[in-house]
Every structure is written in structure tokens, then in C-alpha cells.
């Protein structure tokens, strides 16, 4: 397998045209912004194993820096180059619509990562490859009722909300799934608030020790993700509540160490790995000519305190 | 006690025209929730405050003093993560005066270039907002930044200690406000600070060292910036590199409301304490009267405007000015 980085892609391109042998397929990807968190760290670590694990496989990976302007660059520069297949993880769902599609009409199929472009791109994408968060916002759900009907509290426990960014698919989709799913396992349980928490642990914080004032009684604190369900864990602490359950939709370092203490419930176990090469193995399948389905959405199981030594620490 | 003419009580309007603001929405938020004005609410708010309002001490001499400082949201990430790294590594007595020394040569390096060699302030610090931010993704290797023992470590003290009674952010924040409140209002480092920046050409004449009061107030910045990191890194014991994202602006507006002018010269300490206090209790009091959040960013808009006007209209003696 051969393997080429390129952080300048126009001159690194030049190097590398003329690599490619018939039975390799080229892939390229630009990624949002590595570096910036350590998922997407992760995830550009694993994609570059799974390449390179790959003998038919020649990949060219890119990266954004979070800049959309660069990220269209980086689309026409892989379709100038004619790559196979173009994997990309969107810096911004509706701006890279046009370059999506240049791609598409050069006959190079699209593989979107992680987060999906918005809904007027989807006839140039030719699969979603990436974690389901209506799903983990109600795994999520079941989660906090099970664990509710275990305390026999399933008929008058009381919930807050905090959720992530407002504005964001990834914050909205995951308080959509919790808030479908809740009443349909636990009818009886009252979500009185949602709040955001920005994805932020200190504002989530700052949301939680509100909550613990207006309300008397909460029984439990659903957040978007671990980092912000560990700030409100910190905030009840602070205020002397105990017995609260704590679940989040997306399990983080923190919150996996929170589990192990005790203090923290459960979470949705997404791991970066996971998602790099379900984004690779799409990209494969679609040259293969498998047939894919629109939204492939890998796996994303529940991770609770009974059940947290099947999985290892999240690198994030 | 004399009577008090209405003269005097127009003086006493026209100087507290915020404090006048902040009692109504204090009255206001109490009766749209009898909880707002529990103790526990109250220490809540103040605290989780305290690390807006330790930055914009700092930031309240450098607006006196004419300038701008828009890099102390991603230099509070910075001495938050770079602290708490420290921390497991050469252990909290070392960590802390390790992390201050590094933001204060941050702030060295943004009075150096404000002060000594004149360059604009917005465009050095709108520059060091995203250079720092680098600065601290580098550092870290963009991962988050957690102490390993959480419950073994004094550390914690900063952030959620308490003192007789009292959370010890709360205070830090008010010994360091009386401090810097004395420094501005009764040395004469003050009144060069107030001087530079009303007439700086007329100061350079009266013999103040102009580069040097401006380097010293981004040095007196950056030391507020790095206690505010110290307190963030305390409370929560780990962080994102992003913690400080955004504080900038809020800061900014603090320090604003509380009444220092842009164009420098004028504000004080206790003001800005006010416009500080006044920021977090709107954001709570929205919270417990349980606002729909997206309209929470437009009321909180529509009170910073109403407290602004108040304050003006307490200085003019009147609600509005029909001419001009």
C-alpha cells in the first residue's frame, strides 16, 4: 500500500500523481479538523491504519484545519487529481454542497463521515457513513428507564435536560431521540427542563447548579455528552445531592473514569476507531459496487456501570 | 440626618445610575422567582462568576488606559490547561507559579507590542486571541486535560474550597477587587492609568512613562487572566481546550456596562464588579424563570441595552435627550 500525507495539498498533489497502479483504488479524504479534539485525533490515526492495512488500498489524507474555504480547495484539488472515491468529514453541512457536487458530476462518488451535509446535497453523496445520534439520544433514554425501574422509581422520577449547542444537527438530533423514545419506555417520567450546556462542562455546570435550585427533586440529568453530564455530576456534588443518575449520549474519558467511581451512570460508547473504518469500508463497498445504503450508520452500544469493563477507556 | 435636597439626590442618581439598574432587575428576577434570592443561589452565581469577573479586573486598566484586549478568553484556556498539566506532572506547588509565569509573559509580550512599539491594540490582541489559541491546541495535542487523582489533591481548593463559610472564588474575587479597586482609585500608578488614557499626548508632557503604564496594565491583566484560569482548572478539575472561548467579548461587556468608556480614561473597579454581577445574574435569573432558551439570547440583549440606557439617563437627568 502506498501512502502519501499532504498538509499544502496543490504542491504535495504534483508528488504524488502517477502512484496510482490499476488495482489500486485511491481514496481521498479531508477531514473537518485534526487536532482540535482527540476524537478527531483518533479517528485520523485509525483511518491511516486501516489504509495502510489495505494493499489495495492508496490513500490521501487531508485536512481542513476547521477552514471551509480550505476544504473546497482540498475537494477540487482530489477531483483535479482523480481520485477513486473522495471521503469527507464537512467542515460545514451546507457550504461544501457545491463542491460536493463538482465531485459528483467528475463521477467520483462522495462517502460523507461522521456528520451528514444538509438534505439539498444528499442526490450527490453517494453514502452517510457515520454514528446515528437519533439512536444514541434514545439508547440513551432506555438507559435512564431501566435504571429507573430497577429503583422502582419509573412512575415519579423527575429529569432535566442539558443539551449541546443550540443550533447544531448533533445537539438537536440527540435531545430528539431522548424525548421521542423517554415516554414510550417510561411514561410516567417528567422531563421538566432542557437546558444547553454548549457542549461545555463549565457552562453545563453552571446550568446543573440552576436546575438544583429551582428544583427540589431531580432524579435525573440527561446530557448531549459526557463532558457536560460530568459538569453537572460536579455540580451536584458541590450541592450535597446524591442519588442523582447521570446519563449521557456520547461516552468520554471523563465520564467512562465517572462510571468507574460510581458517580455516573451510563453513556452511548462511540469510538473514533469505529467510525474511521466504517468511513473507509464505505468507501470500498460503494467502489466495489455493493450496494450501501444512503445513511450507513455503524454500531454505537450502551455503556453502563454493569457493563463497562467489556469496553476500554475512550482515548477522548 | 439632613434632608437630602433633590439636587443632591440627582448627583446620587447620576453617578449610580447602574447600581440603580441592577437593584430593579434584582427586584425583578425575585419576583419571577422566589428562589433567585436564596443564599445558596446567590453564592451559586457569584460564584461561577468570579472567573469572569477576576478577568475583567484586569481588563477594566486596560480599557482605562485606551486599549483593548480581546486575547484573555483564549489566554484563560491556556493557563487553565497549561496548569492542569503541570499538575500531574511536577505537582500543584510548582505547577502554579509556573502557570503564572508563562501568562505573564504572554501578557508581557502583548504590553511590549501595545506599549513600547505602539501598535493598535484591537489588531495585536484579535491576532494573539487565535495565536494563543494555536499555542494551547499545540500544547496539549488538542486532547482534553484532566488531573488523574481528583479526590487526592489540594488543588481543589481554589475552585471549590470555602472559607468561613464563603466559597473561596468568591473570595479571591473580592480581596482581589478591593486590591486593584485601591491600586486604580488611590496610587499613583491609577492616576497615570487614567491619565494615559484620557490624554496620552498631555500625559507623555506631565512626564508619564506612557509605554510603561500600558505594559503594566496587560502585565496586571494577564495575572488576572492566570487566577481566573487557576479557579476555572480548580472547580472543574479538567477542561477542554476551548474553556475560555468567547469570555472575551463578555468581559468586554462587563467591563463596559459597568461604565468604562471604549475610548479610555474613564470606569471603575467597583463598576465593573456591577456590570459582572449584573451578566450572571441575568443569565440565572433566566435560567430559574425557565425562559425557552433561544429567546434567552434575545431578553438578555434587551436587559445589557436597558441597563446601558438607565445609566445614561441618570446622567443626563433624563429618560431621553430631544436634542442631539
Known amino acids: 500500500m502506498k501512502l502519501r500525507f499532504a498538509l499544502a495539498a496543490t504542491t504535495a498533489m504534483a508528488v504524488m500523481t502517477g502512484t496510482a497502479s490499476a488495482d489500486t483504488m485511491k481514496i481521498g479524504i479531508t477531514q473537518n479538523n485534526v487536532g482540535v479534539d482527540s476524537y478527531q485525533t483518533t479517528y485520523e490515526k485509525a483511518f491511516i491504519a486501516a489504509a495502510e492495512a489495505n494493499d489495495a488500498v492508496e490513500a490521501v489524507v487531508l485536512d481542513a ?67 446515528d445520534n437519533i439512536t444514541q439520544g434514545s439508547r440513551s433514554a432506555e438507559i435512564m428507564c431501566d435504571k429507573f425501574k430497577e429503583m422502582g422509581i419509573e412512575d415519579e422520577a423527575q429529569i432535566v435536560q442539558i443539551s449541546g449547542q443550540p443550533g447544531y444537527t448533533t445537539a438537536i438530533e440527540r435531545a430528539k431521540g431522548f424525548e421521542d423514545r423517554l415516554p414510550e419506555v417510561c411514561p410516567n417520567v417528567t422531563l421538566m427542563e432542557t437546558q444547553p450546556g454548549d457542549w461545555n462542562r463549565e457552562k453545563s455546570q453552571q446550568v446543573m447548579e440552576a436546575f438544583l435550585v ?61 467510525d474511521a473504518e466504517a468511513a473507509l469500508q464505505t468507501a470500498l463497498d460503494v467502489l466495489n459496487g455493493k450496494e450501501v445504503p444512503f445513511l450507513n450508520y455503524f454500531d454505537t452500544p450502551k455503556i453502563t456501570q454493569d457493563n463497562m469493563d467489556e469496553f476500554s477507556k475512550p482515548v477522548f | ?51 469572569l469577573g477576576v478577568m475583567a479586573l484586569g481588563v477594566t486598566f486596560v480599557v482605562i ?56 491594540s484591537l489588531i495585536v490582541t484579535l491576532g494573539m486571541l487565535s495565536a494563543i489559541h494555536g499555542l494551547t491546541l499545540t500544547y496539549s495535542g488538542g486532547q482534553n486535560m484532566d488531573i488523574a487523582d481528583k479526590e487526592g489533591t489540594w488543588f481543589s481548593v481554589f475552585g471549590q474550597g470555602t472559607a468561613l463559610g464563603i466559597p473561596v472564588p468568591i473570595l479571591i474575587f473580592a480581596g482581589l477587587a478591593a486590591l486593584l479597586g485601591l491600586v486604580l482609585a488611590k ?30 496594565c496587560y502585565l496586571m491583566s494577564a495575572g488576572c487572566v492566570a487566577t481566573a484560569g487557576l479557579i476555572q482548572a480548580s472547580r472543574s478539575l479538567g477542561s477542554q481546550n476551548t474553556v475560555g472561548q468567547g469570555l472575551e467579548l463578555e468581559v ?61 439617563a441618570a446622567k443626563r437627568g433624563k429618560l431621553w435627550s430631544p436634542i442631539a
Open chain 1, 65 to 131: 484545519g476547521g477552514d471551509v474555504a480550505r476544504q473546497i480547495a482540498q475537494m477540487e484539488d482530489l477531483i483535479q487529481q482523480e481520485v477513486d472515491a473522495i471521503i469527507i468529514w464537512p467542515t460545514n453541512g451546507e457550504a461544501v454542497i457545491p463542491a460536493v457536487r463538482k465531485a459528483h458530476q467528475a463521477d467520483i462518488p462522495v462517502i460523507v463521515t461522521n456528520s451528514n451535509i444538509a438534505e439539498p446535497g444528499f442526490d450527490f453523496v453517494a453514502s452517510f457513513s457515520g454514528p
Open chain 2, 252 to 312: 468586554l461587556a462587563a467591563v463596559i456596562l459597568g461604565g468604562a468608556s471604549l475610548l479610555g480614561g474613564s470606569g471603575t473597579v467597583f463598576k465593573t464588579v456591577i456590570g459582572v454581577l449584573i451578566l450572571g445574574f441575568i443569565q440565572n435569573g433566566l435560567l430559574l424563570i425557565g425562559l425557552q432558551f433561544y429567546v434567552q439570547f434575545v431578553v438578555t440583549w434587551v436587559i445589557i441595552i436597558l441597563a446601558v440606557w438607565l445609566d445614561v
Open chain 2, 65 to 120: 488606559s485606551g486599549n483593548l484586549d480581546l486575547s484573555v478568553g483564549s489566554m484563560m484556556s491556556f493557563s487553565t490547561i497549561v496548569v492542569l498539566d503541570l499538575h500531574d506532572k511536577i505537582g500543584p506547588f510548582l505547577a502554579i507559579p509556573a502557570m503564572f509565569l508563562m501568562t505573564l509573559a504572554l501578557g508581557g509580550l502583548i504590553g511590549f507590542l501595545v506599549g513600547y512599539l505602539k501598535l493598535n
Open chain 1, 214 to 274: 429551582k428544583y427540589d427533586d431531580i432524579d435525573g440529568v440527561y446530557a448531549g455528552d459526557d463532558n457536560m453530564g460530568v459538569g453537572a455530576l460536579n455540580a451536584a456534588k458541590a450541592a450535597g445531592r446524591d442519588g442523582i443518575i447521570f446519563v449521557g449520549a456520547t461516552n468520554f474519558a471523563v465520564g467512562y473514569e465517572a462510571m468507574a467511581a460510581g458517580d455516573y451512570w451510563g453513556s452511548i460508547y462511540q469510538s473514533p476507531v469505529d
Open chain 2, 187 to 216: 496610587t499613583p500608578f491609577g492616576r497615570k492609568v487614567y491619565a494615559v488614557g484620557g490624554n496620552g499626548t498631555a500625559a507623555t508632557f506631565s512626564g508619564i512613562r506612557r509605554a510603561r503604564t500600558v505594559f503594566t
Open chain 2, 1 to 51: 440626618m439632613a434632608t437630602l435636597t433633590k439636587q443632591q439626590i440627582g448627583s446620587i442618581l447620576a453617578k449610580q445610575g447602574i447600581l440603580i439598574a441592577f437593584a430593579l432587575f434584582m427586584i425583578a428576577f425575585a419576583l419571577g422567582n422566589p428562589k433567585f434570592l436564596t443564599v445558596d443561589n446567590l453564592f451559586s452565581v457569584v460564584r461561577s462568576s468570579a472567573i
